[in-house]
């Protein structure tokens, strides 16, 4: 049976320059948002991926069209036909979740199934129901189906049990419909949060404090949709700044936002890479031996990613002495660890911590990519591993990275992607 596979010939140093894509957890509620706003809204620096595709394929079903052409999404929003999120399509894309506060601020009703778990462990949504029904949702289960409708949907204050990305957005989005002002503290601090603020405060809305741990939100105010550009992709960015860590070599990342990644760019620099910044361009240099970083936590913004875990793991397989990742965020982001072990890395894994010993070198596997960022990290691990390694799997990292191949291979690697017989 043949299925399409990366072949990545490792061993060689990487050398080049690349454009880092639009945000893929920005444009997503971007996209979401829209549904708040009427009429046209123009977004670009879109990344071209899965995700964003099932997103749209959310939209039309609502009944906004939506219709994306290369990195520009445009959405014409004149009212919903359906409130409804087919069973199909949550499961599709784990999180379409972020349609239910802009569905609810549009039509005041939502209909979708529970989603299923994912490659993360499972993903509740507990506390995105709790937010809603403070503000005067009611919500009831049926046969596997949430029903969630609203007579009036007022403002509230909200105090989050921990800082949840979507459960931020979503209050936000439909907080801009809602009668009155809706704070939110113990906020989610991303800088998706602050994108999609800026975006809806220039479609009108008033929103202030995005960024910060407290959010409020003036609702009420008629929403038209504007055109808007995607802040770049932060992961995306060390993506491609640790798979040159792992190799070796000068990497330099453009059209980023180097005050996304200051956590990040960090702890490159104390496993012995050099960092420079000139604008929106990152210059890494790792000409020397890499030292191992002792402890790192994976934290709610502005800490450590718990998207840039698996990244920094790839690098710290092959770093010298031993490294000690803990992840707070998730409960089971450890997957891609087997199949780095395969490569011949050398690291035990207790529970939420992996201790990791550096070893001098990986070697290429055959591997499969457990979810998306386990399988970019992988693909970094592998640029920087002796012979070949084959990574299956590949529909996980088409799920949030544009170009995956072209990209390194304009650094300098040698990856294939075709259909092989496995
Ligand atoms: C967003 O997911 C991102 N996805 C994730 O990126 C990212 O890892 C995560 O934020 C944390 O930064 C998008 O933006 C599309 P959370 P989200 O709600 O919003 C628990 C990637 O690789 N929780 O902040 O789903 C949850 O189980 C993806 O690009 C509840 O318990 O993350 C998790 O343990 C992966 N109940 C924790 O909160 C809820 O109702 C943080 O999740 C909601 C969340």
Sequence with gaps: MTEEVLRIRGGRPLRGEISVQGAKNSALPLMASALVCRGETILTNVPQLTDVYAASRILNRLGCRCTAEGQTVRMMQNGLETSEIPDADMRAMRSSIMFLGPILGSTKQCILTMPGGCELGPRPIDLHLEAMRKMGVTIREEGGRILCRAERLTGAHIHLPIPSVGVTENIIMAAVCAEG???????????????????????????????????????????????????????????????????????????????????????????????????????????????????IRTMPYPGFPTDAQALIAAVMSTAKGTGVIEETIFESRFKYLGELMRMGADIRVTGRTAVIAGVPKLHGA????????????????????????VIRGLHHIDRGYEDFARVFNSLGANVERGSFSA
């Excluded at 993506?239 to 990497?251: D, I, Q, S």
């Excluded at 457990?370 to 970019?376: C, E, K, Q, S, W």
């Design 366 to 389: 055959v591997v499969t990519a457990p979810d998306l960022r386990g399988g970019a990290a992988l693909a970094a691990a592998a640029v920087g591993a002796e012979g070949e390694t």
């Design 181 to 295: 002002e809706t704070v939110v503290t113990n906020a989610a601090c991303e800088p998706e949060i602050t994108d999609l603020a800026q975006y809806l405060n220039q479609c009108g809305a008033e929103i202030a404090g995005a960024g910060t741990q407290t959010v409020t939100v003036q609702g009420g105010r008629p929403l038209t949709g504007t055109e808007y550009r995607v802040m770049p992709d932060r992961i995306a960015a060390m993506t491609y700044l640790c798979a040159g860590a792992a190799a070796g070599g000068a990497v330099c990342v453009s059209d980023a936002e180097p005050a996304h990644l200051k956590s990040c760019l960090s702890v490159l620099e104390q496993a012995g890479c050099r960092i420079g910044i000139c604008g929106s361009r990152i210059f890494l240099d790792r000409s020397g031996g890499l030292r191992n970083i002792r402890y």
